[in-house]
């Protein structure tokens, strides 16, 4: 843990949020993690929303490493919810679309919406329902895909994008616009965020330099293999999200995958200069 803050609360370091996302193989996923936690550290008594919270990414971690904070998961998709179910029974989750959530006025001290926005129609609608239930002076942490992409993160859609104007949305080769509405510019994030009523204190881009076809080794074969159990036990166990504090062999097949992939990464930076190609946006958001 780092040194304690003003008011005694230890807060974890960036060790310790590294040690979180030891196995992980998507070094852009591997820094939103770092950068939304190191936003809203996981503390004593914090009340925190994750919306959508998926399979319960972050409420085991901020679990993990502040047992008495308070995190709230709110998903719509009713299989995706039942695995964060299965995996943390005692967990607060309640599904919900994000334009429509369940709660009072002022209900949270902070709130993540990583990954989201992108898949909704009207953007500050949701981003204004999420402000709706987070306390003033509270956090939003936002992550979304970045419309300059690295050549090589998505390889296939890029050259779509050059060549025809189209792209891929669905199946193996959707790549980094699998499922999604949009990608953001800088300035169109700044503009939701100014549209949802809410103020910008900080913005980044990150993961310019990666593995060539890295989502589609992911996300198009890696966790389809993982989600219908083809991948041997060892390499699922590796590769399971909520097996966070059992690192494997460093003979295991996703290790040496993942220091492969960090290879790529030790140049990256937790933002990289305007005009920079990178694979994320993040915005650090208070509520007015």
Do not use: Q
């Amino acid at each position: 843990m780092s040194p304690p803050t003003a008011d005694g609360v230890p807060v974890p370091s960036r060790a310790d949020l590294e040690r979180l996302v030891g196995n992980e193989a998507d070094i852009a996923f591997r820094r939103r993690v770092t950068t939304i936690m190191g936003w809203i550290p996981p503390t004593p008594g914090a009340l925190v929303l994750d919306v959508p919270c998926g399979r319960g990414f972050y409420l085991a971690r901020y679990r993990h490493l502040a047992p008495t904070s308070s995190i709230t998961g709110v998903e719509l998709d009713g299989d995706t919810i039942a695995v964060a179910r299965s995996e943390l029974p005692d967990a607060p989750l309640v599904r919900s679309p994000i334009e429509h959530l369940p709660f009072a006025d002022d209900t949270f001290d902070a709130a993540i919406c990583s990954e989201v926005l992108e898949h909704v129609e009207d953007d500050s609608v949701a981003l204004r329902e999420v402000a709706r239930v987070v306390r003033p002076g509270g956090t939003i942490a936002i992550t979304v895909p970045h419309a300059d992409y690295p050549f090589w993160w998505d390889p296939i859609n890029r050259t779509l994008e050059r060549t025809t104007g189209r792209h891929i949305t669905r199946g193996p080769l959707a790549g980094i616009w699998a499922n999604h509405v949009r990608l953001y510019r800088r300035d169109e994030l700044v503009d939701v965020v100014e549209r949802s009523g809410s103020e910008l204190v900080e913005l980044r881009s990150f993961t310019h330099h990666c593995m060539p076809f890295s989502h589609n080794l992911v996300y198009g074969i890696g966790k389809p293999l993982l989600d219908h159990r083809v991948l041997p036990g060892s390499v699922a166990r590796a590769a399971d999200r909520h097996r966070f504090d059992e690192p494997p062999s460093r003979l295991n097949p996703l290790a040496l995958a993942v220091r492969f992939a960090r290879w790529f990464d030790r140049k990256n930076h937790d933002d990289e200069p305007i005009g920079v190609s990178t694979v994320s946006l993040a915005a650090r958001v208070r509520v007015p």
